[in-house]
């Protein structure tokens, strides 16, 4: 709770993954990768209540373990096509009403209180009714276009952009999966967590924004854990 308002964290982990098989409970730093994100959220100051929401029943036999309570997905919510926004107004329907919805994706393991605990001050800060958590871009879209069949490259790059270094050109930002903060009534009315208006950004560096989708992320984040735990 922060100033009145309270907090319901969700963990929306699904048992079915096609590019990382059982990604949710695969060991990392000696740990299920969900563990991560609950520990995370149950660190937190402000967090008054974490949920995980799955169809599995050994992860959500992991996260109870862990001090989360869990809410059983049913089959029609565990299909590729479910989306995130059916999947946390089940859980509301399920649990009594909090002022705020911080939804926190398990494959996001670098992502600790301390960032959950910063966006919901700027929250506070900003009066919002919305904050989505951001990462600087690796490369800048300008640099890249479409290609058509031939793999021509003639109007790859505009005329501004040709003859500027990288570094020279203008930040992006681009969300990374990490945090997604919204005030329930909204979020319920609107059918999403990025509602119209009032919503801000919360920065990340782009180490704690790397988000596991493929085995090739597992296998970053590892070796980001394993400098972090010298």
């Not at 008054?48 to 997905?73: N, P």
């Not at 040709?162 to 990374?176: C, G, P, T």
Request: aromatic residues 6%; contains cysteine.
């Amino acid at each position: 709770m922060l100033n009145g308002k309270t907090f319901l964290a969700i963990i929306p982990a699904r048992g079915g993954s096609k590019r990382l098989p059982r990604k949710n409970v695969l060991e990392l730093a000696g740990k299920p990768l969900i563990t991560w994100t609950i520990e995370a959220a149950l660190k937190s100051k402000y967090i008054d209540k974490v949920v995980v929401t799955s169809d599995d029943q050994e992860i959500l036999g992991i996260s109870e373990k862990q001090g989360a309570d869990v809410v059983k997905r049913p089959d029609e919510l565990a299909s590729d096509t479910a989306t995130t926004i059916d999947v946390v107004n089940h859980v509301v329907e399920n649990i009594k009403e909090y002022n705020y919805i911080v939804l926190l994706q398990p494959t996001s393991p670098l992502r600790n209180e301390k960032h959950i605990d910063e966006a919901i001050t700027l929250l506070e800060a900003k009066s919002a009714d919305a904050i989505v958590s951001v990462c600087e871009m690796e490369h800048s879209p300008l640099w890249s276009n479409v290609l058509p069949e031939n793999g021509s490259m003639k109007d790859f790059l505009s005329d501004e952009v040709k003859n500027k270094r990288s570094q020279d050109l203008e930040a992006y930002f681009r969300l990374n999966g990490a945090i997604y903060i919204c005030k329930t009534n909204r979020m319920l009315k609107e059918k999403t967590l990025f509602i119209k208006d009032n919503i801000f950004a919360y920065k990340m560096d782009r180490k704690s924004s790397v988000d596991i989708d493929e085995e090739i992320d597992f296998e970053l984040v590892k070796v980001i854990f394993s400098g972090i735990m010298k």
